[in-house]
């Protein structure tokens, strides 16, 4: 089941779900828009390789904006933090945001139990768009989880600040 924006402010309040900074403006009637922080990172070589650690490049967007270009992965970041050791949290873009050709999230839209973190989004854009750090780029619903929640995650982004590259390459070793 999916929290309700009234719910959502509740959790928050009693700390069960992790938004911050809050915005009650930015709440909606069952999800609540995050936005974009100021730092990008790019790969620097074309072709990437799973089994090593690609070098990146950041960017950091100015507040008069950056055109992403097509063909091109940027690794962005939200400007909250945010999870919950309770709610499954899941993130997609905003419909404004897709009616521009940009999506925001390649395939990671599912956000772990205990994941409590700026989140890493991975923008590409279908044609030259313009984006602006603390734009209102996507939105998070938060999920009711059934049975025992056991062990929550403590992977190899936990507790990210800022975006961050794949580390793919460390399941290799």
Request: proline residues 5%; without cysteine; aromatic residues 10%.
């Amino acid at each position: 089941m999916i929290l309700t924006g009234s719910e959502i402010f509740k959790n928050v309040e009693e700390k069960k779900i992790i938004i911050d900074p809050f915005n009650v403006s930015q709440l909606n009637p069952n999800s609540y828009n995050f936005t974009l922080g100021n730092k990008l990172l790019v790969y620097s070589d074309y072709v990437l390789d799973a089994k090593k650690r690609n070098d990146v490049r950041e960017i950091n967007i100015p507040d008069s904006g950056l055109t992403l270009a097509p063909g091109t992965v940027y690794l962005a970041h939200t400007k909250e933090t945010l999870g919950s050791d309770v709610f499954v949290p899941v993130i997609r873009g905003r419909s404004s945001i897709g009616r521009l050709g940009l999506f925001i999230n390649i395939t990671a839209d599912l956000i772990d139990l205990g994941a409590i973190s700026q989140l890493t989004l991975q923008l590409n854009a279908v044609q030259p768009v313009t984006v602006y750090p603390g734009m209102q780029i996507g939105q998070v619903t938060f999920w009711k989880v059934f049975g025992n929640i056991g062990k929550k995650y403590e992977g190899k982004y936990k507790d990210s600040k800022g975006p961050i590259e794949s580390k793919m390459y460390q399941d290799f070793k």
